[in-house]
């Protein structure tokens, strides 16, 4: 299936750069993608910069103290889990650990797992009065906002806060999380930060872990410092439960249901502050094959919302433009822009393209690598983890991790359509876990 997918893809590819080259004309085409391409750098050079300053000044930024807090709120924790056994003894283990002030219970729903998931809750729902077992009732259909959706139902804290079954949050994140929401006004909840503990393990895990060092933590702070714009990345991310209530819950079918409730509490006014020190670990895939079908996952579900961007009006108004440019940016502008260079690549490549401009193209690649890179040190430089192992993954990244992205969104777009006409649900494809140290 995916060399099929491959082959239809480049094929494509060449098709479709072929015809829009003839149809407006070498230079013309020349012109309007080295436009795209710069204003694309401008702004996440700018977001990068904006990180970089909300980074090292999050504590000045982050919080208006406002408010005294003598109480603090109830919250919920629910982890959903299906064959989680691998994982979920340090996850509960890390959970027992917290640090709250206010009354906290913690949900682990159980959506019926077949390994050992169940009977490693059973003993911490014995040993921890405030953790909980739960078992899901099976239903349609599957995936991670039907079991968030019940796992409200059976719980009843003012807030509640998402973690993955892969997650170990550090002893204060909770804290810091509902500290933000409470002094930030109109805040629908908070969200914290992403490490990722297995990032030694291998070359991908590395790359992984600083992709998220610039996209989910520096681009997220960046877009809340300059638009005061925040989005839920799925864990170690705190919504207040009047919100949800007010917006009907999860969508049952939004695959990246993180990005989804993000559009419709920024539609309702609401605010999602980035809290940098709130932190958790995660364990990321440790081998190619379970990377693609994550992202996959990850970028059906942006397909998603990228539908509903376009069939919506009212996204495109007030706060929300930030998050449907973002959309359109990455998942629209920023793909066809890379098609086409590859395209073109590949047509003069066999013969059948040449190019006579003296435009600055190659000036351009420097231009684009080097901003690309530069990100990447910055984020490194910010977590003090530029290590020469590190600092060598960056050098590459470009040519080595980047390039998957085009890949990925040609397997998912293809699949995504097909799941459309045959009018299917897209499943919810898990995670493989391994077992790891932080």
Request: charged share 15%; aromatic share 14%.
């Amino acid at each position: 299936m995916s060399t099929l997918i491959l082959i239809i893809g480049f094929l494509a590819l060449c098709f479709s750069t072929f015809i829009v080259v003839h149809l407006v004309g070498v230079k013309t085409m020349l012109l309007i993608s080295s436009f795209l391409f710069i204003i694309l750098l401008i702004y996440y050079s700018v977001l990068t910069i904006a990180g970089l300053i909300y980074r090292s000044n999050s504590k000045k930024f982050q919080i208006n103290r406002n408010q005294e807090i003598t109480q603090y709120p109830s919250v919920d924790i629910l982890i959903p889990a299906h064959n989680e056994g691998v994982v979920i003894k340090d996850t509960l283990s890390a959970m027992a650990k917290i640090n709250y002030q206010g009354k906290l219970t913690v949900y682990l729903l159980n959506d019926n797992s077949s390994d050992e998931t169940g009977e490693i809750a059973e003993e911490f729902d014995k040993a921890y009065y405030h953790i909980k077992h739960i078992k899901v009732p099976p239903g349609e259909p599957k995936g991670k906002s039907r079991v968030l959706n019940y796992g409200l139902s059976i719980s009843d804290g003012e807030y509640f806060c998402i973690y993955d079954a892969d997650n170990q949050p550090e002893p204060g994140a909770l804290t810091l999380l509902v500290e933000a929401a409470i002094n930030t006004k109109d805040a629908a909840g908070a969200v914290g930060y992403v490490k990722t503990m297995n990032e030694q393990k291998n070359w991908l895990t590395r790359m992984i872990s600083i992709e998220f060092q610039v996209f989910q933590l520096l681009m997220q702070s960046g877009r809340w410092l300059l638009f005061k714009t925040g989005s839920l990345t799925g864990t170690n991310m705190l919504v207040k439960r009047s919100v949800i209530e007010q917006l009907g819950g999860y969508d049952v079918y939004a695959i990246a249901e993180d990005a989804e409730l993000t559009l419709r509490i920024t539609q309702s006014g609401y605010l999602l502050p980035i809290v940098p020190q709130s932190v958790t670990w995660e364990q990321e895939p440790e081998t190619l094959g379970v990377y693609i079908k994550q992202r996959t996952r990850w970028l059906q579900g942006n397909l998603y919302i990228l539908e509903k961007v376009f069939s919506t009006p009212s996204y495109w108004t007030g706060k929300l433009i930030v998050h449907s440019l973002h959309q359109l940016l990455v998942y629209v502008v920023f793909w066809v822009f890379l098609v086409l260079s590859y395209g073109w690549f590949i047509l003069g490549l066999f013969g059948f393209m040449k190019i006579e401009y003296s435009l600055p193209l190659l000036f351009m690649w420097y231009v684009a690598y080097t901003v690309y890179t530069c990100q990447l040190f910055s984020a490194q430089i910010s977590e003090e983890t530029n290590k020469p192992i590190n600092i060598l993954s960056a050098l590459i990244m470009y040519f080595t991790y980047a390039q998957l992205f085009t890949y990925l969104f040609v397997r998912s777009l293809l699949l995504y359509i097909k799941a459309r006409i045959n009018n299917k649900t897209i499943g919810w494809d898990k995670t493989t876990r391994f077992k790891t140290q932080k």
